[in-house]
């Protein structure tokens, strides 16, 4: 069994700051000890490889909970495929992604679930499990629910917006949740009243407003307000669990804390485009705007505070990033002239850690709580924890080495997502990710990529540990 240690460095994980090496035995953490105490245990002598963190942070690999690679959307498809977005990923210090299988109209949940294996396989850099996106609930999907949770999709993501592709409504939401009360799923929410969206954009299009702005104008905050709502109801009649991706508005948060005060089962996530971006973004001359366009939308700056107050005080518990690219070239470009076309979607699966370490320097967030919400909740809210998100003994060697001084400045020239921009071009943070290991091998060795497609192995998962 061949054995790693990587000395020197400041462990952080979401309970514990911790000056210790630690001991990677056949893939996984094997133990920890302080400073000093490790020559005495003999493991350097005995180690195949030791790795020096010496004035670097060594923290879990992070859990991103929602991502959507060469996922099919208005015609064409996500930019990047299991194979680059994991490399991705690994670049930017992210060892797991949780991506959504979907069930088509008319299709099973089977089908769905299938072809995003047969796409995944033999791709991925790292270590990767599926949601299921249900488009069609019936007694048949309903049934399949079941089926799913035994073999580890143990979560479910329901659309209140976009009518005509992946929209339920409440019937089919009641009984989706009824289901998951009953087999221990979690039931995930895209909360923005579509029907009312589609209202909206018609009567926006009429008057000639075409342009990427009044994506977020017509995808009012109310509307997200008013789903979040309405679905958290629709859940406590269930008796099921619910969580809420990609908060964008300070009335959905509202609605968030208040049910979480009544203590209720309810969870939200939010991304870093909403932390970081704004409507000023959508309103970017030459459609330069079609480069933020994601649903739900970036809202007017003032919704930040909200969102990062939540992250405090644990109304949100999740950052993911919804990763869904779309080159600007020939895919955003297809909505010149009419916004409703743009292709719904940003990058950002290579950007998050670095983005919420620089929100540690900012102030907005602890260090720890830097690892919680990136790395040890996304992977208890979705049953991979402590297998994921943690460095403890057992757990895979899924270890980042974080040098939290480097500076660097965000940029298409060099990222690794296959996409043409950055939605943070030019943008630039302090701390930057050095070594990445997947369950004990190198994966990115000194700003190398050293991994492999394939390397990344399809992880079925408990239910929710947010549950029990
Ligand atoms: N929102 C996006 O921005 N892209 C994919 C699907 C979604 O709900
Ligand atoms: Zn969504
Ligand atoms: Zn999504
Ligand atoms: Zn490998």
């Not at 977005?85 to 099973?108: E, K, L, N």
């Not at 089926?147 to 479910?156: D, H, I, K, N, R």
């Not at 690892?371 to 057992?394: D, N, S, V």
Request: glycine content about 10%; some cysteine; overall charge negative.
């Amino acid at each position: 069994m061949s054995r790693t240690v990587i000395r020197g460095g400041l462990v952080i994980t979401a309970a514990d700051e911790i000056h210790a090496d630690v001991l990677i035995e056949g893939g996984r953490v094997a133990a920890l000890a302080a400073h000093g105490q490790e020559a005495a245990l003999g493991w350097t002598e005995s180690a195949d490889r030791v790795i020096d963190a010496t004035g670097k942070y060594v923290i879990p690999g992070g859990v991103d909970a929602h991502t959507h690679m060469d996922f099919p959307f208005g015609g064409t498809a996500s930019s990047d495929t299991f194979a680059t977005g994991t490399q991705a990923a690994a670049w930017g210090g992210t060892t797991t992604i949780i991506d959504f299988a979907v069930q088509s109209r008319g299709r099973s949940l089977r089908e769905g679930l299938d072809q995003w294996h047969a796409k995944s396989d033999a791709q991925c850099a790292v270590d990767y499990a599926f949601h299921m996106i249900l488009s069609d609930v019936n007694e048949n999907s309903l049934k399949e629910m079941d089926l799913l949770v035994a073999e580890g999709v143990t979560s479910f993501k329901l659309f209140t917006a976009y009518p005509g592709v992946f929209y339920s409504d409440d019937g089919q939401i009641l009984r989706a949740m009824q289901r998951a009360a009953g087999n221990g799923g979690l039931v995930m929410m895209h909360a923005e009243n579509g029907i009312a969206i589609d209202v909206l954009v018609q009567q926006a299009l009429a008057e000639g407003r075409t342009d990427p702005r009044y994506h977020g104008e017509v995808r009012r905050a109310l509307l997200e307000a008013e789903a979040t709502h309405r679905t958290i109801q629709l859940a406590r009649v269930a008796g099921a669990p619910l969580y809420v991706v990609h908060v964008s508005a300070e009335e959905a948060v509202a609605e968030l804390t208040q049910a979480r005060d009544k203590g209720l089962p309810v969870f939200g996530e939010t991304c870093p485009q909403y932390l970081f971006l704004s409507t000023d973004n959508l309103a970017e001359p030459d459609f330069e705007g079609a480069k933020y366009v994601c649903s739900t939308p970036l809202r007017p700056r003032e919704h930040q505070a909200a969102l990062w107050r939540g992250l405090r005080t644990d109304d949100l518990q999740v950052v993911s990033t919804d990763h869904c690219p779309f080159c600007f070239r020939g895919q955003k470009e297809l909505g010149r002239g009419d916004f409703s076309k743009i292709p719904n979607g940003m990058p950002g699966v290579e950007n998050r850690m670095d983005l919420l370490h620089q929100a540690v320097l900012d102030g907005h967030i602890s260090r720890r709580r830097w690892i919680e919400i990136a790395c040890a909740a996304p992977a208890r809210m979705f049953g991979l924890y402590p297998k994921k998100g943690t460095i403890t003994p057992g757990a895979d060697a899924d270890i980042v080495l974080y040098d939290p001084h480097a500076e660097q400045v965000m940029s298409a020239e060099t990222h690794h997502m296959n996409v043409d921009y950055s939605a943070y071009e030019g943008r630039r943070v302090t701390g930057r990710v050095e070594t990445v290991l997947s369950r004990g091998e190198l994966v990115i060795d000194q700003r190398e990529f050293t991994g492999h497609a394939g390397h990344g192995q399809y992880t079925p998962r408990a239910t929710s540990q947010y549950l029990s």
